[in-house]
């Protein structure tokens, strides 16, 4: 599964609501120029669990003008707190996906 942008928080979204349903989990996540939503285990119900069962990786471009760096740190910040393992991915360009 690969999210964009705020196509990152769809993305999350959707398999947290796959894996709550029984579902299969995705055989990878790819977060690209966007995250986690904060919210996602807020409520402490468990709904983070489809990403410590999923690979993740997040993808930044080194000028993406809305992931900053602060953004990142944050973004590493809770998956550690929600004990996710993760990749993070950096490449030379802005907040695009390159062809």
Known sequence: ??????????????????????RAPAAR???WGGGVP?????AG???????????LTLVVGDADEYVT????AEQ????AALRVLHA???YPGGHRIPP
């Open 45 to 55: 119900d468990g709904r983070a669990a489809v990403l410590r069962a999923t690979p």
């Open 69 to 72: 760096a602060e953004a990142v």
């Open 29 to 31: 996540l790819v977060l």
């Open 88 to 90: 993070l991915v950096r």
């Open 38 to 42: 904060p919210d996602l285990d807020a």
């Open 1 to 22: 599964v690969l999210g964009f942008s705020q196509g990152a928080t769809t993305a999350c979204r959707w398999l947290a609501h796959r894996h709550a349903a029984g």
């Open 76 to 79: 590493e910040r809770q998956l």
